[in-house]
């Protein structure tokens, strides 16, 4: 059964940069040409947000909002992707969650499944 | 960016009862490509139908989707008692992907 965990710092300062890694376990991320794998956020008492996902082979796609700030990258041979986020401020405040993506007709599909969530707090 | 709006905000039911959740799009979802998404509280949500009609793996029929377009619903036959959780639409039918505000079922 495949699994994701998100991992990183609970607190990060205003203008510095978040970074979290989610690891898969139960399966691999470099097997399947059927999946994206990505990240989400929800902020307090605010709905999901899409941040954006990767491929296996590395091609990247991000939520134009978010674009200018984000990076995500992927090694498949830990089996681990990445998310950073520049210049937060408190608005970037929120749960991150990591996910599978079902590549549907070579677009980013529905998230099953999710990893438990991390929350991240920007605040000096 | 495709704006969905789910209704209503808070739908209060008891147990056995019929749950109707509504979501629109401020456009038309290409090919119908939506989703439907479960979230208790402290968990990450799970995914209940994809492609507005189909089942995830796992979810009881008592789930259903329907609709097409910028109309959708999602149907709980007969609550039981775990149904109680906020409920969220999301569309990938475009980018970027964007989610529903949520519904919360709650008992009544």
């Known amino acids: 059964q495949l699994q994701l965990q998100e991992s990183g710092p609970g607190l990060v300062k205003p203008s510095e940069t978040l970074s979290l890694l989610c690891t898969v376990s139960?399966?691999?991320?470099?097997?399947?040409?059927?999946?994206?794998w990505g990240w989400i956020r929800q902020a307090p008492r605010r709905g999901l947000e899409w941040i954006g996902s990767i491929y296996y082979s590395g091609g990247a796609y991000y939520n134009p909002s978010l674009k200018s700030r984000v990076t995500i990258s992927v090694d498949t041979s830990k089996k681990q992707f990445s998310l950073r986020l520049n210049s937060v401020t408190a608005a970037d405040t929120a749960v991150y969650y990591c996910a599978r993506q079902r590549n549907w007709n070579n677009q980013i599909g529905w998230s099953d499944p999710w990893g438990q969530g991390t929350l991240v707090t920007v605040s000096s | 960016e495709i704006v969905l709006t789910q209704s209503p905000g808070t739908l209060s039911l008891s147990p056995g009862e019929r749950a109707t959740l509504s979501c629109m799009a401020s456009q038309s979802v290409t090919s119908n490509y939506l989703a439907w998404y479960q979230q208790k509280p402290g968990q990450a949500p799970r995914l209940l139908i994809y492609g507005a009609s189909s089942r995830a793996t796992g979810i009881p029929d008592r789930f259903s989707g329907t609709g097409s377009g910028t109309d959708f619903t999602l149907t709980i036959s007969r609550l039981e008692p775990e149904d109680f959780a906020v409920y969220y639409c999301?569309?990938?039918?475009?980018?970027?992907?964007?989610f529903g505000p949520g519904t919360k079922v709650d008992i009544k």
């Open positions: 139960g399966g691999s991320i470099g097997s399947s040409s059927s999946y994206f």
């Open positions: 999301q569309q990938y039918g475009s980018s970027p992907l964007t």
